[in-house]
């Protein structure tokens, strides 16, 4: 049974262009969260996602962001237009509704 | 207001010494749980031990152990026996019912074991 499969693991973009982050969930998990987290500090709630549905998304800037988690594929963290101030770590984890979360190994976005 | 704090930024401790990580939480929701993640240098985040706010007794997990006291709002991680791969930063993290199961994280604990 696979973990929490995020990739890349690592991505490197220019200011103003696009990134897009995967995760793929544990089998048998139906809830995905994104989490960002800055250098030197924990993590930070972004979205919470069930299949085809965004259940709570106040952790995510209005502008720029966005997340989906269709009914196939991976959950997918977009970001348009990226600052040097998105370069963080981002993590996804999964679980079942009311379980511990696993986490992902993170995409570590750098914006040069 | 913070509702997870761990007030100790970082710890120096010798290899094979007990220790105790600090964690208090805020919460009014009277179902919750509360978490310990290890974080090493390496990156990813690897969970450690779990305590339900309904629990009677503290989680144990090999060498690890939760101290919860409720009515304090305590959850403090005792690690036994400290090795030198327990260096690492480590986030006590809470989910509440009516925060839709979100994780709410502390400010982490940097944990260095000396040799």
């Known amino acids: 049974n696979a973990g929490v499969m995020q990739n890349p693991r690592h991505l490197v973009r220019r200011r103003g262009q696009e990134a897009r982050l995967r995760c793929s969930p544990m089998?048998?998990?139906?809830?995905v969260y994104w989490y960002r987290q800055l250098p030197e500090e924990g993590l930070k709630f972004m979205v919470y996602l069930q299949k085809e549905n965004i259940i709570d998304e106040s952790g995510m800037p209005k502008e720029r962001f966005s997340a989906e988690f269709p009914k196939e594929g991976p959950s997918i963290l977009r970001i348009q237009q990226v600052v040097r101030g998105d370069s963080a770590a981002y993590f996804c984890a999964s679980d079942r509704g009311d379980t511990e979360a696993f986490f992902g190994q993170g995409t570590r976005l750098t914006v040069v | 207001a913070q509702k997870i704090t761990q007030t100790q930024p970082g710890m120096f401790v010798q290899e094979k010494e007990a220790v105790t990580l600090d964690c208090t939480y805020d919460?009014?929701?009277?179902?919750?749980?509360l978490f310990w993640y290890k974080q090493p240098s390496s990156g990813e985040m690897i969970f450690l031990i779990y305590?339900?706010?309904?629990d009677q007794q503290n989680a144990t997990e090999g060498r690890y152990s939760l101290n919860f006291q409720k009515a304090r709002k305590s959850a403090n991680l005792v690690i036994s026996a400290s090795q030198l791969g327990d260096s690492a930063m480590y986030f006590c993290?809470?989910?509440?019912?009516?925060?839709?199961?979100?994780?709410?994280w502390g400010a982490g604990t940097k944990l260095i074991i000396k040799p």
């Open positions: 993290a809470m989910r509440e019912r009516d925060s839709n199961y979100q994780l709410i």
């Open positions: 089998k048998g998990h139906s809830h």
């Open positions: 305590q339900g706010s309904y």
């Open positions: 919460t009014s929701d009277p179902s919750y749980g």
